[in-house]
């Protein structure tokens, strides 16, 4: 056999490596306190791989991270993964329960944390078995992090990482359910980031701005992106939207991932102009539904390619491209390379295009499986009839004629009223043109007529009256769609990649604001 070049392909870890040899004075990082260099993230990472090393961490295990956003976050998580561990990055507004319920879940052999969240869980934390002594490291200004690393080798690690390996346990937003968690593997990992640099038309050049914590998958796209391109990453502890304005000048930021509910305060920040974020080359919305008059008002004063993404954790993503945008603004567009969708009617049965069904997905980035739970993972899966498996994704989407998707609404968030399907999605997109309406949320609660009956949840903005918001609604929508009931709350139950979490709205059912509304809603004369 002639003689043959043999090449793996870098995985995520190598690009670390890599970026710190040829790029090692370029920012690579930047929080509120210092900035991160290339060469100086590549030798931190290494030192805190070789640290878990020493504790006892191999290939597969799994490592926890449960910190506010700083650049330590980022030393870790690229640490852990060159040393063949399992990230599982904690969503910090989780009670202590669903906390040592993860960690227990994951099998963590060790735990970054803050001070703060460390004093959370309390002695709770020995409960967790998996745990190796000491693998419990805190960060902050007087725990002792900076110093265990110190204390470490800055040689890169003499780990091998297949490209089958597990990279990350990502727990759901439980918007539905409990979390599951959602596994990935590496190679998998980095195509979809290929594709979504690609999309974001990232380069090196790049400036991009991370608001979201990096426990959310959403953030992990200009992290990750950024990684990939060489491109520098500003972190930032939590969201404002004036401070974000002000970054986005300072920085010269060129790339960002926001959620919908993230843009519209930028557009209401009092220091916000076309001219403050003339910076920007690209920007992507995702995590929840942007509406149609918010994505034009983007579009209108950033200036900039705008793009809307439609993504699963487990692995699957649409876009819309704003040369394809003008005339579907509703639409998230079409799949990226490697990626299909169907969408089957209540009888699994595929609908054709301009049909209406549960969107199912195939992507060559898609999840390995959900953790710890065979029953969730074969009761996700849709089996065509060549034998192909597809990825149920509880959300209900219809195409139009040439193909683009358009998300209708979570299959578990509709009502069911008089027999009718109503999808709350439908009557929110009309209700958040109200200008007294800041955010809007539809659920359905039990009516002895309808069985179910829609109600609108709102966070207004300034004074507002419920009765005429209820009114102006019924005046635009279809009669079964019409609203019993407008509830005034001061905010809205959200999970990091900005979904309002329905369920807990439906268990809550807030005292409504409007006592005339409850007892004459328009419901009754459906």
């Known amino acids: 056999m002639p003689p043959q070049f043999s090449f793996r392909g870098p995985l995520l870890p190598d690009f670390v ?40 961490v191999r290939n597969g295990d799994a490592v926890a991270i449960l910190l506010e956003n700083c650049g330590e976050y980022v030393e870790m998580l690229y640490g852990l993964w060159k040393a063949g561990a399992v990230a599982v990055p904690l969503n910090l507004a989780v009670n202590e329960s669903g906390l040592l319920g993860m960690l227990r879940d994951a099998g963590a052999r060790a735990l970054f944390c803050s001070p703060q969240q460390r004093a959370r869980l309390g002695s709770q934390l020995n409960g967790v078995s998996s745990l190796l002594d000491g693998a419990v490291i805190e960060h902050g200004p007087t725990a002792g992090y900076n110093q265990w690393k110190r204390a470490q ?5 003499d780990v091998v990482i297949g490209d089958d390996d597990p990279i990350n346990i990502i727990y759901s937003s439980g918007t539905t359910a409990q979390p599951k968690g959602i596994k990935h593997v590496h190679r998998r990992r980095l195509q979809s980031l290929y594709e979504l640099a690609l999309g974001h038309r990232y380069h090196y050049g790049a400036v991009a ?3 979201i914590g990096l426990y959310s998958n959403v953030a992990w796209s200009p992290l990750l992106c950024s990684l990939i391109v060489g491109g520098t990453l500003i972190v930032r502890r939590g969201f404002d939207a004036e401070c974000w304005v002000q970054d986005v000048a300072k920085y010269r930021v060129t ?29 992507v919305s995702g995590g929840s539904p942007l509406f149609e008059h918010l994505k034009r008002r983007i579009m209108e004063n950033f200036r900039c390619v705008v793009i809307e993404l439609y993504g699963l954790t487990e692995g699957f993503m649409t876009m819309l491209q ?64 060549a034998g192909r498996q597809w990825l149920r994704t509880g959300d209900v989407g219809r195409t139009d004629a040439q193909g683009y998707l358009y998300i209708v609404d979570r299959k578990k968030d509709m009502i069911l009223s008089g027999g009718q399907n109503i999808y709350p999605a439908d009557i929110e997109s009309v209700m958040s043109t109200h200008p007294q309406v800041g ?32 009114d102006w609604t019924n005046e635009r929508v279809g009669k079964p769609q019409r609203i019993k009931d407008v509830r005034l709350v001061a905010a809205m139950p959200r999970n990091p990649n900005g979904k309002v979490l329905k369920r807990e709205l439906r268990a809550c059912q807030p005292e409504s604001q409007s006592a005339s509304a409850r007892r004459t809603g328009p419901s009754d004369t459906k």
């Open 153 to 157: 080798s800055t040689e890169p690690p």
């Open 255 to 283: 790339h960002t991932m926001m959620v919908p509910i993230m843009f519209q305060r930028v557009l209401e920040a009092p220091n916000f102009s076309p001219a403050a974020v003339q910076s920007l080359q690209a920007v």
């Open 17 to 56: 490596r890599l970026n710190g040899r040829w790029y090692p004075g370029k920012a690579a990082i930047v929080d509120e306190e210092k900035s991160l260099s290339w060469g100086e993230l590549d030798r931190a990472s290494n030192a805190v791989a070789n640290g878990l090393r020493a504790l006892g």
């Open 439 to 470: 955010e809007v949320a539809v659920i359905g609660i039990p009516d002895e007529r309808w069985g179910e009956t829609p109600v609108a949840v709102v966070v207004a903005r300034g004074q507002a009256d419920a009765n005429e918001i209820r």
């Open 209 to 211: 701005i991370c608001p």
């Open 322 to 385: 704003p040369d394809e945008a003008e005339g579907r603004l509703a639409s998230v567009g079409k799949p990226v390379r490697g990626n299909d969708y169907l969408l089957l009617d209540e009888h699994d049965q595929p609908q054709p295009w301009g049909g209406t069904g549960e969107i199912c997905v195939r992507s060559v980035h898609g999840m390995l499986e959900y953790h710890n739970r065979p029953d969730a993972t074969r009761d996700a899966m849709y089996i065509d009839p």
